[in-house]
């Protein structure tokens, strides 16, 4: 349970850095915005980030396969998204931004996920030439 709440409040962490960068940009770009927009937005973002940092525990479960933990990382992660998206208003309640926006987030899954993939794959090739020594 506490490795649950360390991995959320790195998630939080993460999402503080993305909203700053984002009101960062927002100031740069002489926009002004509600504060109840930015608000609610933050609060959306804080969501997804105690869910991402929380959900990283799905990929330790040694009994599932990594496809298996994937896809449940991943069905979890957008029945979440989705409903907080159109809530929030990053989604427009049209079929066009819905398509673009479920493709979007499919596209940033998969970046992620490659980027993970190939990093964990460095290390281990890494251990493995460890123990080769």
Known sequence: MIDVLRRSLIGLGFTALFTFTALTILKLQDIDAAVSDIWLSMLGSMVM????????????????????????????SIFIWFPLALYIGWLPFNLIPIVVGIGGFIVVYLIFWFAFYTYFKKVESEMNDSVKR
């Not at 105690?50 to 525990?57: D, E, L, M, V, W």
């Open 49 to 76: 980030g105690i869910y991402f940092g929380a959900s990283s525990k799905l990929f330790e479960v040694d009994q599932w396969s990594p496809l298996k933990q994937t896809s449940i990382h991943f069905v979890i």
